[in-house]
């Protein structure tokens, strides 16, 4: 059975050294230290494993290790169409616990001179913040974690440590003197493996639903988009299908044949919601002594209008649309267009957060600017690009970390895999997201509320119903809108609420849509090998309002998520399509907002 291990890494480096960061400094500093989350400098955790990859090749040339033990412990780049390969060691970065000083504090300044004239080159000073004064030695210290057999974890760890002790210098201005690694201060610690798959449990003892809370050991990065040619920035909600992923690489590596028929249907079954951050806050008259769990960063309802007067409105309701109109025009107040979200200022969306009660999580964004390594383990040529990810702390205390939580649902997985599956999730995850965090998992157990958002808890009444997405979800198909006989949007959106509430009727709607393709359509090929469509992804904050269904089927929707639309032959899977609701996607809530106490001083024309 595969085990992993925490295995320590520390190194004491010689001031003056940089690991340059992309944060202004203070006036006149042209170069700042990078910085984790908590203000303390750091050696990132990319740089430590190009280290360790650099020292395992040296081992390689001189036959000590081979290239398929450095492919196994630091992955492989995709080759041929298919993905990239992690490896079974993951890296965190090192920090060092030594004061965070004000910029300016300890600083070196440098310059170049013109070969032909023996002077200061024009623009060509640099004045380098330092984190401790020339000649003091600076600890840093993290930790790797190894995945493997208790025997390849031992050999691991030795010839990891081996390759540590060969790293002369780190950072940014080597061939200057800077970042001399003090002699003997390359270190691991011991290593103490665990299985990955815990003892079998009972599944008598586990319930069918479980929640928990996430929180993690480094930034937050999933679900990662370009916001330019060679940004990325990752979400501040943690995808089921992220934690599924890695729930299912761990099963993998701890021996489970992922192709076992039980494993397999279990897998699939479960249902894991997306993970949204949370905070305790105090309210009046709550449980605990007043203290109110309440999630953050749930989406606006996209009905929501500012006035011209800047109140904030919603335009869902009926009763407003002139009768019998096949669409509508316009919406006004005191004779004025109101603005909907797309024209939206900061201002606006901070003020539209308050009317409606739903807080953002203002989580921190952390830029780390990455190149790729060529093959001489050097910097390859233009492939420069930046990762924006949120801040997994609360504040700038490294002991105060966020919490997100999801839940999990066994659905009709088999009861003994299912308790397995509980118990690997609680004792917790490796390599969430792009950046392979660790995720420390705490079973919730006292829940006041009957469902893990705190709103639309119950459908109750006979409707309308106000029906707002959180996650996204499938909800039409690229050939389907596509062509000449494509359906419009009101057409597909109308046609597929009649198909998930039978009966239903779609009265109102307001939603943006998203295109999921690349790798995603590629590897899926929901329409065959010879055609391509993206995924239409409907956004969280869609909402729309239903008509004529009951509030059975709306609350057996509330529990178990909208289903992806249906194709030719039936519901797709999970081959077919990655959106599912067992992967937290199509998550819906009633009533977000108050809809009826925003609907004043609104017509349409």
Same mark, same amino acid.
């Given at each position: 059975?595969?085990?992993?291990?925490?295995?320590?890494?520390?190194?004491?480096?010689?001031?003056?050294?940089?690991?340059?960061?992309?944060?202004?400094?203070?006036?006149?500093?042209? #170069?700042?230290?990078?910085?984790?989350?908590?203000?303390?400098?750091?050696?990132?955790?990319?740089?430590?494993?190009?280290?360790?990859?650099?020292?395992?090749?040296?081992?390689?040339?001189?036959?000590?290790?081979?290239?398929?033990?450095?492919?196994?412990?630091?992955?492989?780049?995709?080759?041929?169409?298919?993905?990239?390969?992690?490896?079974?060691?993951?890296?965190?970065?090192?920090?060092?616990?030594?004061?965070?000083? #004000?910029?300016?504090?300890?600083? &070196?300044?440098?310059?170049?001179?013109?070969?032909?004239?023996?002077?200061?080159?024009?623009?060509?000073?640099?004045?380098?913040?330092?984190?401790?004064?020339?000649?003091?030695?600076?600890?840093?210290?993290?930790?790797?974690?190894?995945?493997?057999?208790?025997?390849?974890? #031992?050999?691991?760890?030795?010839?990891?440590?081996?390759?540590?002790?060969?790293?002369?210098?780190?950072?940014?201005?080597?061939?200057?003197?800077?970042?001399?690694?003090?002699?003997?201060?390359?270190?691991?610690?011991?290593?103490?493996?665990?299985?990955?798959?815990?003892?079998?449990?009972?599944?008598?003892?586990?319930?069918?639903?479980?929640?928990?809370?996430?929180?993690?050991?480094?930034?937050?990065?999933?679900?990662?988009?370009?916001?330019?040619?060679?940004?990325?920035?990752?979400?501040?909600?943690?995808?089921?299908?992220?934690?599924?992923?890695?729930?299912?690489?761990?099963?993998?590596?701890?021996?489970?044949?992922?192709?076992?028929?039980?494993?397999?249907?279990?897998?699939?079954?479960?249902?894991?919601?997306?993970?949204?951050?949370?905070?305790?806050?105090?309210?009046?008259?709550?449980?605990?002594?007043?203290?109110?769990?309440?999630?953050?960063?749930?989406? &606006?309802?996209?009905?929501?209008?500012?006035?011209?007067?800047?109140?904030?409105?919603?335009?869902?309701?009926?009763?407003?649309?002139?009768?019998?109109?096949?669409?509508?025009?316009?919406?006004?107040?005191?004779?004025?267009?109101?603005?909907?979200?797309?024209?939206?200022?900061?201002?606006?969306?901070?003020?539209?957060?308050?009317?409606?009660?739903?807080?953002?999580?203002?989580?921190?964004?952390?830029?780390?600017?990455?190149?790729?390594?060529?093959?001489?383990?050097?910097?390859?040529?233009?492939?420069?690009?930046?990762?924006?990810?949120?801040?997994? &702390?609360?504040?700038?205390?490294?002991?105060?970390?966020?919490?997100?939580?999801?839940?999990?649902?066994?659905?009709?997985?088999?009861?003994?895999?299912?308790?397995?599956?509980?118990?690997?999730?609680?004792?917790?995850?490796?390599?969430?997201?792009?950046?392979?965090?660790?995720?420390?998992?705490?079973?919730?157990?006292?829940?006041?509320?009957?469902?893990?958002?705190?709103?639309?808890?119950?459908?109750?009444?006979?409707?309308?119903?106000?029906?707002?997405?959180?996650?996204?979800?499938?909800?039409?198909?690229?050939?389907?809108?596509?062509?000449?006989?494509?359906?419009?949007?009101?057409?597909?959106?109308?046609?597929?609420?009649?198909?998930?509430?039978?009966?239903?009727?779609?009265?109102?709607?307001?939603?943006?849509?998203?295109?999921?393709?690349?790798?995603?359509?590629?590897?899926?090929?929901?329409?065959?090998?010879?055609?391509?469509?993206?995924?239409?992804?409907?956004?969280?904050?869609?909402?729309?309002?239903?008509?004529?269904?009951?509030?059975?089927?709306?609350?057996?929707?509330?529990?178990?998520?909208?289903?992806?639309?249906?194709?030719?032959?039936?519901?797709?899977?999970?081959?077919?399509?990655?959106?599912?609701?067992?992967?937290?996607?199509?998550?819906?809530?009633?009533?977000?907002?108050?809809?009826?106490?925003?609907?004043?001083?609104?017509?349409?024309?």
């Amino acid at each position: 059975m595969t085990h992993r291990c925490r295995v320590t890494i520390e190194i004491s480096l010689i001031s003056p050294f940089l690991m340059q960061g992309n944060e202004a400094g203070s006036f006149g500093i042209d #170069a700042r230290s990078l910085r984790d989350a908590a203000g303390r400098p750091v050696v990132p955790a990319d740089q430590v494993k190009g280290l360790m990859r650099a020292g395992m090749a040296t081992l390689a040339r001189h036959r000590i290790c081979d290239s398929e033990t450095i492919t196994r412990l630091f992955g492989a780049a995709p080759t041929d169409g298919a993905t990239s390969q992690r490896g079974a060691a993951l890296f965190a970065d090192l920090v060092t616990d030594i004061g965070s000083s #004000a910029d300016g504090a300890h600083h &070196l300044t440098r310059i170049r001179i013109d070969e032909a004239t023996g002077s200061v080159a024009a623009g060509a000073l640099a004045d380098i913040e330092l984190v401790a004064p020339p000649g003091q030695e600076v600890v840093f210290r993290g930790h790797v974690v190894l995945r493997g057999t208790p025997e390849d974890i #031992a050999r691991d760890r030795a010839l990891l440590a081996r390759a540590w002790a060969l790293v002369p210098a780190i950072g940014s201005y080597k061939s200057a003197g800077f970042g001399m690694v003090a002699d003997g201060s390359a270190r691991l610690g011991e290593a103490t493996p665990r299985p990955l798959v815990p003892p079998a449990a009972d599944g008598d003892a586990v319930d069918d639903r479980v929640v928990f809370d996430i929180t993690l050991d480094r930034p937050l990065l999933v679900d990662t988009r370009h916001t330019a040619d060679n940004i990325r920035e990752g979400a501040t909600v943690i995808p089921g299908g992220v934690i599924k992923g890695a729930l299912a690489e761990a099963l993998r590596r701890g021996g489970c044949r992922l192709d076992d028929p039980a494993i397999e249907h279990s897998l699939s079954a479960i249902r894991i919601s997306h993970a949204f951050p949370m905070r305790r806050q105090t309210e009046p008259g709550g449980d605990d002594g007043g203290a109110a769990e309440s999630a953050h960063d749930l989406p &606006l309802p996209m009905s929501l209008v500012s006035r011209a007067d800047g109140e904030i409105r919603d335009a869902l309701l009926p009763g407003r649309w002139p009768e019998g109109a096949s669409r509508h025009v316009g919406i006004l107040h005191d004779r004025k267009p109101v603005q909907f979200m797309m024209d939206w200022k900061d201002k606006t969306w901070r003020e539209a957060r308050d009317e409606a009660g739903l807080p953002s999580a203002d989580m921190p964004r952390l830029e780390r600017v990455h190149t790729q390594i060529g093959a001489d383990h050097t910097s390859a040529d233009k492939l420069l690009f930046s990762e924006v990810a949120r801040s997994h &702390l609360i504040g700038s205390d490294p002991t105060q970390h966020r919490r997100w939580r999801f839940e999990m649902a066994r659905n009709d997985a088999d009861p003994a895999c299912w308790a397995r599956l509980v118990a690997m999730v609680a004792a917790g995850l490796d390599g969430v997201g792009n950046n392979g965090a660790h995720a420390d998992m705490t079973r919730v157990t006292s829940l006041s509320a009957v469902r893990l958002r705190g709103r639309g808890a119950v459908a109750e009444g006979d409707g309308p119903w106000a029906i707002t997405l959180v996650t996204p979800a499938v909800m039409a198909w690229g050939d389907r809108v596509a062509g000449e006989t494509a359906l419009t949007t009101h057409a597909a959106y109308t046609e597929y609420w009649a198909e998930v509430l039978p009966g239903a009727r779609l009265a109102n709607y307001y939603a943006r849509q998203r295109l999921a393709g690349g790798y995603q359509a590629l590897a899926h090929r929901p329409f065959g090998t010879h055609t391509y469509y993206p995924f239409i992804l409907t956004e969280p904050g869609s909402v729309f309002l239903i008509e004529n269904a009951t509030a059975k089927d709306i609350q057996r929707r509330l529990n178990t998520g909208l289903p992806v639309c249906r194709r030719p032959g039936g519901a797709p899977d999970w081959t077919i399509c990655p959106f599912q609701p067992a992967n937290g996607y199509g998550e819906i809530l009633l009533n977000l907002v108050d809809h009826d106490a925003l609907v004043e001083g609104l017509y349409h024309v």
